[in-house]
């Protein structure tokens, strides 16, 4: 399942969800690379 995350305040990533994490982040992988940051969610995704 895709899932977008945001790194910082101005970089966002989507990729493969991988987990999430007990403090509330995700991890996602786009190719080889693992990426971890706050989730997106779908009412932010839907105003876009």
């Known amino acids: 399942m895709l899932r977008t995350i945001t790194i910082g305040s101005c970089i966002s990533v989507q990729g493969l969800f991988v987990s999430d994490m007990p403090d509330g982040k995700m991890i996602v ?8 940051g706050r989730p997106v969610s779908s009412e932010r995704v839907a105003a876009a």
């Open 29 to 36: 992988q786009v190719g080889e690379k693992s990426f971890v």
